[in-house]
């Protein structure tokens, strides 16, 4: 793949800022919410005053919270990961170009996903596998920079 510089981009700068500001400010939004989650689910303490045991039924669903949370978080974490890749593309003056085949990536696409690393048929390639040399998690998930362990 041929990278352009920053020179080449279509994007102005003013559109690069403003892309920049969606990233961060939805770095911020999923920051919150795993926050929450794992304030509401995650540090939940039954507190049972009657001393009587718990029913089946509610450690089931307890459990099923926590691993539906789990699973939330996760998916949170890896999308933390997309805007950080995006933010490190904006500063190395590679952001908007589509990492499957070196075209610019439509500039509607990337209001609409501003953390999209390919264009639609690539995207859509990636998807179904046929991408080559797909990377898109595979280093990334070593990556510990928002670890959301349960303490």
């Not at 890896?78 to 908007?96: F, K, N």
Request: proline residues 3%; aromatic residues 6%; glycine residues 8%.
């Amino acid at each position: 793949m041929v990278k352009k510089r920053r020179e080449d981009h279509p994007l102005t700068g003013a559109e690069i800022e403003e892309l920049k500001r969606d990233l961060l400010a939805k770095r911020r939004e999923i920051t919150g919410n795993v926050t929450s989650m794992e304030n509401g689910t995650l540090r939940h303490q039954r507190t049972d005053l009657s001393n009587t045991p718990y029913h089946l039924a509610d450690l089931g669903t307890d459990n099923y919270e926590l691993e539906n949370t789990l699973g939330l978080m996760d998916s949170e974490r890896r999308l933390l990961l997309e805007i950080e890749d995006a933010l490190d593309r904006i500063e190395e003056g590679v952001y908007g170009i589509c990492q499957g085949s070196g075209e610019m990536i439509p500039v509607a696409r990337l209001r609409a996903i501003p953390w999209a690393r390919y264009c639609l048929k690539c995207a859509s390639l990636a998807e179904m596998g046929l991408l080559g040399g797909d990377d898109s998690y595979d280093e990334r998930d070593e990556r510990d920079d928002y670890d959301f362990e349960v303490e």
